[in-house]
């Protein structure tokens, strides 16, 4: 089956930029999506489509997928953003979601 | 704005059926392209999915969760359901209902989520 795999944490300066990995064989190849978690909240799309942000979704959210990597650019970031984030691809006609990372901003 | 709201039993014993209803507010769930789905979540641990349905009832299901899964649709309620039958204590998660959202392009086919709902703790325990 196929896998996707995040780093398990990413720590950021405030104002600073937090970029997140996922991998995934020929990754590049499918198109990428980006969730953000809170602490007790449901899961949120910030990136879809590789790049794409959804209506509502600040500009300091960003997407690439190129090769087996697809990456999550969060620039500027504040408290604010800390979360776990997850990206997830469709495979197989099977949603497969990424490991997770849990961004911390200190 | 549509929005999707779980509902069910917190709690189910071992060996039993799970069954959770999504009732689906803001729109039809028979509105064209979209399909219907079910995400879950054990306690600090990742996402997994388990399926979705169109409303018509064609459906996608998590090839290691197929054999217990079974979806199904009340357009006359606005509502999808889920049943996970046999269910152990690893079965014990959050269940979030989302909204698919399929894409079909040239090369293949892409699918993503949003919105979901809130969610529901269930517990298996006897």
């Known amino acids: 089956s196929y896998e996707l795999t995040q780093p398990p944490s990413v720590s950021v300066s405030p104002g600073q930029t937090a970029s997140i990995t996922c991998s995934g064989d020929?990754?590049?190849?499918?198109?990428v999506y980006w969730y953000q978690q809170k602490p007790g909240q449901s899961p949120v799309l910030v990136i879809y489509?590789?790049?794409k942000r959804p209506s509502g979704i600040p500009e300091q959210f960003s997407g690439s997928n190129s090769g087996n990597t697809a990456t999550l650019t969060i620039s500027g970031t504040q408290t604010m953003d800390e979360a776990d984030y997850y990206c997830?691809?469709?495979?197989?006609?099977?949603?497969?979601f990424g490991t997770g990372t849990k961004v911390t901003v200190l | 704005q549509l929005q999707l709201q779980e509902s069910g039993p917190g709690l189910v014993k071992p060996s039993e059926t799970l069954s959770l209803t999504c009732t689906v507010s803001?729109?039809?769930?028979?509105?064209?392209?979209?399909?219907w789905g079910w995400i879950r979540q054990p306690p600090g641990k990742g996402l997994e999915w388990v399926g979705g349905?169109?409303?018509?009832?064609?459906?996608y299901y998590n090839p290691s969760l197929k054999s217990r899964v079974s979806l199904s649709v009340d357009t006359s309620k606005n509502q999808f359901s889920l049943k996970l039958s046999s269910v152990t204590a690893a079965d014990t998660a959050v269940y979030y209902c989302?909204?698919?959202?399929?894409?079909?392009?040239?090369?293949?086919?892409?699918?993503?989520?949003?919105?979901w709902g809130q969610g529901t703790l269930v517990t298996v325990s006897s």
């Open positions: 997830q691809a469709w495979d197989s006609s099977t949603a497969v």
């Open positions: 989302a909204r698919p959202k399929m894409n079909y392009y040239g090369s293949g086919t892409t699918c993503w989520f949003d919105p």
């Open positions: 489509q590789d790049s």
């Open positions: 020929k990754l590049g190849d499918k198109f």
């Open positions: 349905i169109f409303y018509s009832g064609s459906t």
């Open positions: 803001g729109g039809p769930i028979s509105s064209s392209n979209y399909y």
